[in-house]
């Protein structure tokens, strides 16, 4: 039900842009946001956008990461900034709302030099 695209390996201080497409009666109807595991860590969340455009993120991401949706394409977006070794991790598109409650793959972003 969840596409999740865009990761790969980057230098510190680069960037990525992680995609989420999904079908329309979800993502219409269901906050979207981004989680990520670290090895050896629990999956924490990174950001998090509702219908209306409001948004949260997580304390180590504010301010480095824009998380964004584009109603047309039923897709969000993660937009990383200044990426840092410590944001290496599995990153994972989440939906939850009246819609269900659904998980995208994963997609792995490595920050190393």
């Known amino acids: 039900q969840l596409q999740a695209s865009g990761g790969g390996l980057v230098q510190p201080g680069g960037s990525l842009r992680l995609s989420c497409a999904t079908s329309?009666?979800?993502?219409?109807?269901?906050?979207m946001s981004w989680y990520r595991q670290a090895p050896g860590k629990q999956r924490e969340l990174v950001a998090v956008?509702?219908?209306?455009?409001?948004?949260n993120y997580g304390a180590s991401v504010k301010g480095r990461f824009t998380i964004s949706r584009d109603n047309a394409k039923n897709t969000v977006y993660l937009h990383m900034n200044n990426l840092q070794p410590e944001d290496t991790a599995v990153y994972y598109c989440?939906?939850?709302?009246?819609?269900?409650?659904?998980w995208g793959q994963g997609t792995e972003v490595t920050v190393s030099s």
């Open positions: 329309g009666s979800i993502f219409s109807r269901n906050a």
């Open positions: 956008i509702v219908g209306g455009g409001g948004t």
């Open positions: 989440n939906s939850v709302g009246p819609a269900g409650n659904y």
